[in-house]
């Protein structure tokens, strides 16, 4: 299958870590992606990680992959309020499945 | 470097009628994806070409049409517009026809069907 999920809402306090979901039934893909939506905005790129790493740091985020439980989970730590947003994470290769995407929301 | 740009930005349309949307990707990507978003489906995709060919379609119907000229700037045609058609149009370029390259979108184009 192609479905790749997201739990739709996530609230935390500013300076608090968010942690993301996603899970993934088709494990060929090579990358896996998250992205950042900000309202009447395109996406952005955030970070990526390949299918044989098991973890990828980029600053505030850190990107942990499960294969063998096909997950995938984004934390950002010391959430901002500018960090509010949709979160998408996707795979693919030409073609990308984008996961439902979360609604983050940062409370100060 | 310039992003990818999309225009136009907003528009609405009549049912019935039909609509070009326009792509110009970053510099030296020759490959552009096309992507719909509505609340409903979420982000879907339409179609990808690279070097003017189109290489992967998606599941629309033949009224989504797109074509890519030769200085790798795409369009999107929708005949007979729908009001389910009204949706946040994405376009997206990466740099390589290697499997699993990056994309990057531009801002969309917000096409309203009335």
């Known amino acids: 299958g192609e479905d790749v999920e997201q739990s739709l809402f996530l609230s935390v306090r500013e300076g608090d870590s968010s942690v993301i979901n996603c899970t993934y039934t088709?494990?060929?893909?090579?990358?896996l992606y998250w992205y950042k939506q900000e309202p009447g905005a395109g996406l952005q790129l955030l970070t990526y990680?390949?299918?044989?790493?098991d973890m990828k740091q980029d600053q505030r985020l850190t990107v942990l992959l499960n294969k063998k439980d096909k997950h995938l989970s984004l934390r950002i730590a010391d959430t901002q309020t500018g960090d509010s947003a949709i979160y998408f994470c996707?795979?693919?290769?030409?073609?990308?499945?984008f996961g439902t995407g979360t609604r983050l929301k940062v409370l100060a | 470097k310039a992003g990818v740009t999309q225009t136009p930005r907003y528009l609405i349309k009549t049912r019935g009628q039909q609509v070009t949307l326009s792509c110009s990707p970053i510099?030296?990507?020759?490959?552009v994806s096309w992507y719909q978003q509505t609340p409903g489906q979420g982000l879907q995709f339409l179609f990808e070409?690279?070097?003017?060919?189109?290489?992967n379609k998606g599941n629309f119907p033949g009224r989504f049409s797109g074509r890519q000229f030769s200085n790798s700037r795409s369009e999107m045609n929708v005949s007979t517009l729908e009001l389910g058609d009204s949706a946040l149009y994405l376009c997206?370029?990466?740099?390589?026809?290697?499997?699993?390259?990056?994309?990057?979108f531009g801002e969309g184009s917000w096409l309203t069907v009335v």
């Open positions: 997206a370029s990466s740099s390589t026809a290697a499997s699993g390259n990056t994309i990057y």
């Open positions: 070409y690279f070097s003017e060919t189109q290489r």
């Open positions: 510099s030296g990507h020759r490959s």
């Open positions: 990680i390949f299918s044989n790493m």
């Open positions: 088709d494990s060929s893909s090579t990358y």
């Open positions: 996707a795979r693919g290769t030409y073609k990308y499945i």
